[in-house]
């Protein structure tokens, strides 16, 4: 492996973590405090640096010389993206763009998503042709082949992430509690089938990656293939003290854009590298404590 360049000779190099304030950001973060990794982890919130502000960026790149970055920022909400697309554009896109321009010499880590398939079959390897159905999703298609121009880039498709987000509302399972919890009845659906993993999992398969020098792109996602109702009945069960009310729904009652049925993803060549199969959201729930989502 080439060791990451260091700002001076005595110093560790730098690892920048953009949109480190959000579920996979944050939980990147953690993870690499329990780990001894080679870099200096420099977590970016929009505090630190608006990443829209293109001199500020350069500024701070310039100052700080990342080895590594890993892109978690995004505007990722699918109803702003379809009702903001220019936004949209501007944050998954040029954001992107930008940070690819400046890290010519760096080792990217993009962040994309299983949306980038139109959901008829499932079960999608890295060589399948992707075909966007929502502003979201199309994004990400175009910011990932910004990426592609870089001779060191990973691209990691992945899938729902769960777990705790800093603001405590980023997570499907956040969303979840905080409407039961509200006395709220939430309808999910039964056909729409994605392949879920806790955060912390994604996280800790990332760095394992990263250390790795991986490149090109790959599919990093549980092992499991769960419906949103699925997904409500797991976590009704996890949490035996909160009323949970949800009622069966189906993607054909929906009435907003179309939504892909099943972005399930082969991730046999991220086990291939990593030498272990993907985790089991199932089994991973059952490991945690109530409190721990």
């Known amino acids: 492996m080439t060791p990451p360049r260091a700002s001076t000779e005595n110093e560790s190099p730098v690892a920048w973590i953009t949109g480190a304030g959000g579920l996979i950001g944050h939980a990147l973060v953690a993870c690499a405090v329990r780990m001894s990794l080679p870099w200096k982890v420099r ?4 505090a630190d640096v608006d990443l829209t502000d293109w001199p500020g960026v350069t500024k701070l790149y ?15 909400r699918t109803p702003v993206c379809e009702a903001h697309p220019e ?16 890290a010519s010499d760096a080792y990217v880590i993009f962040f994309s998503t299983d949306l980038v398939f139109d959901g008829r079959k499932g079960h999608y390897r890295e ?26 880039h990973l691209i990691l498709r992945t899938s729902l992430n769960l777990g705790r987000s800093p603001t405590g509302d980023r997570a499907f399972n956040e969303q979840l509690r905080r409407a039961w919890a509200a006395g709220h009845t939430t309808r ?31 599919h990093l996602a549980g092992r499991d293939r769960l419906s949103r109702w699925d997904l409500g ?10 009323d949970a009310r949800m009622e069966p729904a189906s993607q054909k009652e929906f009435e907003g854009p179309p939504r892909p049925p099943d972005t399930s993803l082969d991730c046999s060549r991220a086990e291939g590298l ?8 199932r089994t991973w729930l059952g490991s945690q404590s109530p409190n721990t989502l």
């Open 43 to 46: 977590p970016l919130t929009r």
């Open 62 to 76: 310039r100052e700080e010389r990342p080895a590594l970055i890993l892109h978690c920022a995004a505007l990722s």
């Open 87 to 102: 936004l949209a554009r501007l944050h998954n896109i040029e954001v992107t763009r930008h940070l690819v321009h400046l």
């Open 127 to 152: 060589h399948e042709a992707v075909h966007p159905l929502s502003v979201y999703a199309e994004t990400k298609v175009i910011a990932e082949e910004v990426v592609r121009q870089l001779p060191r």
């Open 188 to 218: 999910l659906f039964v056909d729409e089938y994605r392949s879920p993993i806790a955060a912390d999992e994604t996280a800790r398969l990332v760095w394992t990656l990263v250390l790795q020098q991986a490149t090109g792109t790959l």
């Open 233 to 242: 009945l797991l976590l009704a069960s996890h949490w035996p003290d909160i």
């Open 274 to 281: 990593l030498g272990q199969p993907m985790p089991s959201f």
